[in-house]
């Protein structure tokens, strides 16, 4: 149902925290927003390590970070926050987050007379699907549809027709001393981003390694670029980059996130889990073979742009049995991941390259 409009917003307010790879489905639909209705001022309000998300943005657009554990923490500090956002002339909320935090601060639009609209996140349907409920496994409203329906409620109708963090035909620089080569003519690039926060999320590093090494015969004068946090990389990094002579780990090397955007705008092709990683390719327009585990596309989380024709996932009957893969296995043995056999990878890798 639309929110009443006493008068027109002319400034308005986007909140979404949390999760990156949430944060990075909020940019093709803040960016169409921005392009379709210049006139309207948009303040962009997340955590500060994900501005780089934002940086190429129109002219209309403006990003806030903001820590609210620490600078805006409790009733108080979001209080505090509120009228400062009034005072720059915040005079409208589409909170893309939809918790504790962001419902608090949408009361406080709507206690002062200011329009407001929530995430409806479809959690109910979410269960049905994952609790296999008949007739309740088929494609949800994917987020950037549930963010798309925020701003219709406020008056302003989207369709996403979003491409690319940056300006259409420019790569932007990478950073200095990153020690990655240029890329030379014709020469393939592919990215492999082969970690999750969760088990049922990650594909096996050694089925993963096998998938390595089918390409690196493949593609032998392709480069490989291992997307991970320090963490994740410091298992396998040092055995990976030794038996492969073209695989690279670029980690702290590219100075944060708007590094890793800036080499994965170089990449023919993305290999990711159900993860962050395959939602930063999305944003810099490269297709992704993503692979799927405990979760499902059906959920409403494939990367904004791609296909479930790229989405390499097994057909049981326990499958999907999470919705974001955080429950542990009750068969234990994660036949889900298991039983993908790497060649089936490296077969949708090959089909990717084939269309490019």
Request: proline share 8%; with cysteine; hydrophobic share 45%.
């Amino acid at each position: 149902m639309p929110v009443a409009l006493h008068r027109p917003i002319r400034h308005l307010l986007v909140v979404r925290f949390s999760a990156l790879g949430d944060v990075a489905m909020t940019v093709p639909v803040v960016d169409t927003l921005a392009r379709h209705y210049p006139d309207l001022t948009v303040t962009m309000l997340s955590r500060p390590a994900v501005a780089p998300l934002f940086a190429y943005m129109p002219p209309n657009v403006t990003f806030r970070g903001v820590d609210l554990h620490h600078d805006y923490l409790g009733a108080e500090g979001l209080r505090r926050l509120f009228r400062e956002l009034v005072a720059d002339g915040v005079d409208g909320l589409a909170d893309l987050h939809g918790v504790l935090r962001t419902h608090y601060l949408r009361s406080m639009f709507f206690l002062s007379g200011l329009p407001a609209a929530s995430i409806r996140k479809g959690r109910r349907a979410k269960r049905r699907l994952i609790r296999h409920v008949p007739n309740a496994f088929f494609q949800l409203p994917t987020s950037v549809d549930r963010y798309t329906r925020v701003f219709e409620r406020l008056g302003f109708p989207v369709t996403p027709d979003f491409r690319s963090v940056f300006p259409s035909g420019r790569f932007p620089a990478l950073p200095a001393g990153c020690g990655v080569p240029d890329k030379a003519p014709h020469e393939l690039w592919i990215g492999i981003a082969p970690f999750s926060a969760h088990r049922g999320k990650t594909y096996p590093p050694d089925m993963m390694e096998e998938v390595i090494a089918r390409l690196s015969a493949f593609y032998p004068e392709a480069r490989l670029f291992v997307f991970s946090d320090a963490h994740e990389a410091s298992a396998w990094r040092e055995q990976w980059e030794a038996r492969y002579e073209r695989l690279l780990f670029p980690g702290p090397r590219m100075g944060g996130l708007g590094g890793e955007l800036a080499l994965m705008s170089r990449l023919d092709v993305m290999v990711s889990m159900d993860s962050a990683n395959m939602h930063l390719a999305s944003l810099v327009d490269v297709p992704v073979v993503s692979i799927w585990g405990a979760t499902h596309p059906f959920v409403g989380f494939l990367g904004y742009g791609q296909t479930t024709k790229y989405a390499v996932q097994v057909d049981l009957l326990c499958r999907p049995c999470s919705v974001f893969g955080n429950r542990a296995c009750r068969r234990g043995d994660y036949a889900c991941l298991t039983l993908i056999p790497p060649d089936s990878i490296v077969n949708r890798v090959a089909e990717v390259l084939q269309h490019r």
